[in-house]
């Protein structure tokens, strides 16, 4: 049975940096694609980035494009979001996110990790 366990994140200035952590048990993520969404209250978890399974194509959300980082380590079955240049309104709950196969193109599952919160705030 495959869990997505999350760690990181936190509360940090405007202008700060977190990162996040999303690791596998239960099964290799290496021929998945992963990402990362974002919930704030009255509005749809967005997804912010996205890595593929190889790690070669990443996408992200304009709003985060030149401040966020997705990236992956298959040895260690994990799955990596740096946050610079933090702003109040990336506050939210972070969740990574399984994909059905190896691109960003390829319909989600419901695989979900825990959520993690994120408060940018002075």
């Known amino acids: 049975q495959l869990q997505l366990v999350q760690s990181g994140g936190g509360l940090v200035q405007p202008g700060g940096s977190l990162s996040l952590s999303c690791v596998a048990s239960g099964r290799s993520l290496e021929t998945y694609a992963i990402g990362w969404f974002r919930q704030v209250p009255g509005k749809d978890r967005e997804r912010v980035a996205c890595?593929?399974?190889?790690?070669?194509?990443?996408k992200y959300a304009d709003s985060v494009k030149g401040r966020f980082t997705i990236s992956r380590d298959n040895f260690k079955n994990t799955v990596y979001l740096q946050m610079n240049s933090l702003k109040p309104e990336d506050t939210g709950i972070y969740y990574c996110?399984?994909?059905?196969?190896?691109?960003?193109?390829?319909?989600?599952?419901?695989?979900w990790g825990q959520g993690t919160q994120v408060t940018v705030s002075s």
């Open positions: 890595i593929s399974a190889s790690g070669s194509t990443t």
């Open positions: 996110r399984l994909y059905v196969g190896s691109t960003c193109s390829h319909r989600t599952t419901d695989q």
